[in-house]
């Protein structure tokens, strides 16, 4: 299975300045670092898609939104569809992650909704899953993320199963210092396979990559990913410096 290394960058990149300077140095790093075997996926502000996916077309690397509404057109100031990002060459869109539902109050049910308008729109969503710290200190990590994946996948037919990627991101790591060991990351990915398994079969759940993202770095990579058998990572903070995001794709790509 091919292994990925996702940028999430999120609300940054304020100024057009910044984005140019960003996208030069991107390249530049790729040139430095030589080839690559991890699968690249950049996902900036809906504001730069346009222009990113312009810029990387030819070039290995895939773009994707961070967001979209589940409805295809219509009255929803501020929303962009599945469909417009498509139109534009978006190949990717981030589903359910932890800041959206903590901050945006988004729910399981929504993000089944956006997760099917994606795939009706053939975007490939990242569905994010993961636990917050107080979940996590009354042992209920499996509960939560089995009740997530439930509801993300309902009525997702299995001839669409293998098109998406899940990310296990736990809330409380995400932005700090504090990252699970390497044998609480491979638990969860095997419980991931194993939901994925009943609802579907054991074949499908192999097709799925099951990434980790939160407070990933160039020094704790090995531990994240490596170690615990991820299929790659979601970078959040460090994506934003090129150079760092590609040590991370170095060190996945070394083993």
């Given at each position: 299975?091919?292994?990925?290394?996702?940028?999430?960058?999120k609300?940054?990149?304020?100024?057009?300045?910044?984005?140019?300077?960003?996208?030069?140095?991107?390249?530049?790093?790729?040139?430095?670092?030589?080839?690559?075997?991890?699968?690249?996926?950049?996902?900036?502000?809906?504001?730069?898609?346009?222009?990113?996916?312009?810029?990387?077309?030819?070039?290995?690397?895939?773009?994707?939104?961070?967001?979209?509404?589940?409805?295809q057109?219509?009255?929803?100031?501020?929303?962009?569809?599945?469909?417009?990002?498509?139109?534009?060459?978006?190949?990717?869109?981030?589903?359910?992650?932890?800041?959206?539902?903590?901050?945006?109050?988004?729910?399981d049910?929504?993000?089944?909704?956006?997760?099917?308008?994606?795939?009706?729109?053939?975007?490939?969503?990242?569905?994010?899953?993961?636990?917050?710290?107080?979940?996590?200190?009354?042992?209920?990590?499996?509960?939560?993320?089995?009740?997530?994946?439930?509801?993300?996948?309902?009525?997702?037919?299995?001839?669409?199963i293998?098109?998406?990627?899940?990310?296990?991101?736990?809330?409380?790591?995400?932005?700090?210092?504090?990252?699970?060991?390497?044998?609480?990351?491979?638990?969860?990915?095997?419980?991931?396979?194993?939901?994925?398994?009943?609802l579907?079969?054991?074949?499908?759940?192999?097709?799925?990559?099951?990434?980790?993202?939160?407070?990933?770095?160039?020094?704790?990579?090995?531990?994240?990913?490596?170690?615990?058998g991820?299929?790659?990572?979601?970078?959040?903070?460090?994506?934003?410096?090129?150079?760092?995001?590609?040590?991370?794709?170095?060190?996945?790509?070394?083993?």
């Amino acid at each position: 299975m091919d292994k990925y290394v996702i940028g999430n960058l999120k609300m940054n990149l304020l100024t057009q300045a910044e984005r140019d300077h960003y996208l030069k140095s991107f390249i530049d790093e790729v040139y430095k670092a030589g080839k690559f075997k991890s699968r690249l996926i950049i996902c900036p502000p809906s504001f730069h898609l346009e222009k990113f996916i312009d810029f990387f077309r030819g070039k290995k690397v895939s773009v994707g939104a961070q967001n979209i509404y589940f409805e295809q057109r219509g009255s929803f100031t501020g929303e962009i569809s599945a469909l417009m990002i498509k139109s534009f060459g978006a190949e990717w869109v981030i589903v359910g992650h932890s800041e959206r539902r903590r901050l945006f109050g988004e729910t399981d049910e929504v993000c089944n909704l956006k997760l099917r308008a994606a795939l009706e729109e053939k975007i490939k969503p990242i569905l994010c899953v993961g636990e917050n710290l107080d979940q996590r200190k009354n042992d209920l990590t499996f509960e939560v993320v089995s009740r997530q994946i439930e509801s993300a996948l309902k009525e997702v037919v299995s001839t669409q199963i293998d098109k998406l990627i899940i990310a296990y991101e736990p809330i409380w790591s995400v932005g700090s210092d504090e990252i699970p060991s390497s044998d609480e990351v491979m638990q969860v990915k095997i419980l991931i396979r194993k939901k994925i398994s009943e609802l579907y079969s054991p074949v499908l759940a192999e097709k799925v990559p099951i990434l980790y993202g939160g407070s990933v770095k160039p020094k704790n990579v090995k531990q994240l990913c490596l170690e615990a058998g991820m299929d790659g990572v979601l970078v959040g903070r460090e994506s934003l410096v090129p150079g760092e995001f590609l040590k991370i794709v170095q060190s996945i790509d070394k083993n």
